[in-house]
């Protein structure tokens, strides 16, 4: 039996790196069965042991428990969840500034299933060279608020190596996933922090401002100074799987304290008397669109 790490997976076949090798593998049926709730029962990060067969191929015969992972609601009517990857040291959600716009309901959807399956999160808002002189302030708030919470936030733009150090600087050594909305610039970034990667990029149609959907699986490639970055296709929505109403406010750190002021330990933060989260909103505390986000999150939980 070999160990190796999944590093790309198209549905049907995986990439399977063991040692210096790469082996397409494939995955016995077995698995699908145990994994009802699951669409992708093998994600790019994951740990795994193979049999070879006589043509070079592998076949996957045991899942090694995951560190941690990233998962979020299966789309296109599907059920259940999609595990984007696996065995993190950090994630990024990226955003850019313009082209697309910022979304920050989608930073803290993110934030929040990152809180929920323990992996390490911060932010990048990238093509930092379109921002306006209006934007400074705007990106001095975000940047002040994450920052507040515990989460890095780092401000890049391609065209800027010096932006991309301290981004750099967090990367090596480790495994990182970039995730984010299509056309914000999670290819470039790689590209740019290693030269020798030159992956497909896409525009960004300057009539929606979306971008194309470019990359279309998740791929984890080595850098050169030490450490690898799990390149994902952009996402329209974060969906959250698996989150209950009465625990949503756990996965908000400024929420921790003021919920153990709440008269009932189900208290959902909205209606409820004697809320903690609530008084604690009305004092300032806790920031508008955080708490925006928080009501927006459970209404799409609670249905
Ligand atoms: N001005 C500017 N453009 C950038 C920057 N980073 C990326 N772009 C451009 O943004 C477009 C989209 O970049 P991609 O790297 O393909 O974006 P992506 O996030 O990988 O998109 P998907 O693979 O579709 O999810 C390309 O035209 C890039 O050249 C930046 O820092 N500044
Ligand atoms: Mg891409
Ligand atoms: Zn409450």
Redesign the pocket.
């Known amino acids: 039996m070999i160990k190796g790490r999944v590093i790309q997976s198209t549905g049907s076949w995986y990439k399977v790196k063991a040692n210096a090798e790469l082996i397409e593998s494939r995955l016995p049926g077995r698995f699908r069965l145990n994994e009802k709730e699951v669409t992708n029962p093998i994600a790019v990060g994951d740990w795994v042991d193979i049999s070879m067969n006589d043509d070079g191929t592998g076949t996957i015969e045991e899942i090694e428990e995951r560190r941690n992972y990233i998962t979020r609601q299966a789309t296109h009517g599907r059920r259940g969840e999609h595990v984007l990857v696996s065995n993190l040291d950090r994630a990024f959600v990226?955003q850019s500034i313009r082209k697309p716009k910022m979304k920050e309901g989608f930073i803290d959807r993110f934030l929040v299933t990152c809180e929920a399956y323990e992996v390490e999160a911060s932010i990048i808002i990238?093509?930092?060279?379109?921002a306006t002189k209006n934007d400074a302030k705007y990106l001095e708030e975000v940047r002040d608020l994450y920052e507040s919470l515990g989460y890095r936030v780092f401000t890049?733009?391609?065209?800027d190596s010096d932006s991309l150090k301290p981004l750099k600087d967090v990367i090596a050594g480790n495994t990182t996933a970039f995730v984010?909305p299509?056309?914000?610039?999670?290819?470039?970034?790689l590209n740019t922090i290693d030269p020798n990667y030159s992956e497909k990029?896409?525009?960004?149609s300057s009539y929606s401002d979306k971008?194309?959907?470019?990359?279309t699986f998740a791929k984890l490639i080595e850098i050169e100074n030490g450490g690898f970055i799990v390149?994902t296709?952009?996402i329209r929505e974060f969906g959250l799987f698996n989150i209950e109403p009465w625990e949503l406010s756990l996965y908000f750190p400024e929420m921790l304290e003021p919920r153990q002021q709440c008269k009932f330990n189900t208290c959902t933060h909205i209606h409820e008397p004697n809320c903690g989260v609530v008084a604690a909103f009305e004092e300032g505390l806790i920031d508008a669109n955080r708490y925006n986000s928080y009501i927006n999150m459970l209404e799409s939980i609670e249905d």
């Open positions: 990226v990238n093509k930092l060279d379109l890049t733009s391609i065209l984010g299509s056309g914000v610039g999670k290819t470039s970034l990029v896409g525009e960004v971008g194309k959907h470019t990359t390149d296709p952009g």
